[in-house]
């Protein structure tokens, strides 16, 4: 805190902070945006943890003198230097930003003086923008939910669809369901699957949401019928299986992602075999099932979307 003019710059941003306190602490949805930089070390990782360091020790500064929470704040840290709005003076790059953007009618003007004194802050800190690198990086970063669709379970004649959803940094939702429900009487022919599957995943050591290797554990359960010749067929009521999962997930385009997962587990389910005989089907007898091994297999689309993401109300 006392090195350089950190002080000096403190006390002017308590001094910003304690103006509209009262604002920030009534609607988080206007956040304090805290940017760390740093460029100075060899690897790319250093950087980064120094940049977190830094720009968590600022905003601990704010919450326990100001009486701000964890909401109020939109953390991010990068590895590049600041850019001058011009482009051509490239700012030093161990330092942390802090911007606010407060609406103007969420300012309490009580007069021409107050008014007039905020202009020059404002001024001051739009002339720092986040280079487009960074930009680029946040954005691919903030993505909350997804769509996908498995192209191996497509080939199957098997219509799917999955979700997933960020709960919180490093751990995610994933939910996939599968049908089909084919028949031809006349041939007595039967495919029908019904089937449903949570997982919850964990990533590692990923930078940006939807990206990189990632492990799960998941349950699933359904029903099923296949007959495909008349002689005998088998009409199964549920199934249960669980397991673990691994899986990489990466970009091949601006907007659109690939998913290559395998999940291992323990499948059980009891079934009813059948066959055609005189115009009628015939019950034979109901058996048990149990396997372990291979019980799920991706090859995904991916759609990442910010359908959940709140976007801070901002005028000018």
């Not at 691994?246 to 992602?257: D, E, I, Q, T």
Request: with cysteine; aromatic share 14%.
């Amino acid at each position: 805190m006392s090195y350089g003019t950190n002080q000096k710059e403190l006390k002017r941003l308590f001094s910003l902070i304690e103006r509209y306190r009262a604002i920030l602490i009534e609607d988080i949805s206007i956040p304090i945006y805290v940017d760390g930089y740093c460029c100075s070390l060899s690897a790319v990782r250093d950087n980064l943890a120094v940049a977190k360091v830094r720009s968590n020790r600022v905003k601990s500064e704010l919450i326990t003198r100001m009486g701000l929470k964890e909401e109020n704040f939109v953390t991010r840290n990068h590895t590049n230097r600041i850019i001058s709005a011009t482009g051509k003076h490239p700012k030093q790059g161990d330092r942390v930003v802090v911007r606010i953007h407060i609406p103007v009618s969420a300012i309490p003007v009580t007069s021409a003086k107050l008014s007039t004194s905020v202009a020059p802050v404002v001024s001051r800190l739009s002339e720092i923008p986040i280079s487009e690198s960074s930009l680029k990086r946040d954005k691919d970063g903030s993505f909350r939910f997804a769509l996908k669709t498995n192209l191996l379970y497509i080939t199957l004649l098997l219509i799917n669809a999955e979700a997933e959803y960020y709960l919180k940094k490093r751990l995610s939702l994933n939910i996939d369901w599968q049908y089909a429900w084919w028949s031809r009487r006349s041939k007595h022919r039967y495919y029908r699957v019904a089937a449903v599957s949570p997982e919850l995943r964990y990533w590692f050591a990923s930078k940006d949401n939807f990206r990189g290797h990632f492990g799960g554990f998941y349950l699933g359960t359904g029903l099923y019928e296949f007959m495909a010749r008349p002689a005998c067929g088998i009409q199964g009521e549920f199934f249960i299986a669980g397991g673990l999962t691994y899986g990489y997930m990466f970009p091949v385009g601006k907007r659109l992602r690939m998913e290559l997962s395998l999940g291992i587990g323990y499948l059980m389910t009891e079934y009813r075999r059948y066959h055609w005989d005189r115009g009628c089907y015939v019950y034979e007898k109901t058996q048990r099932y149990s396997y372990f091994g291979p019980t799920k297999a991706k090859v995904s689309l991916v759609w990442p979307l910010n359908l959940f993401k709140r976007k801070p109300r901002m005028e000018t």
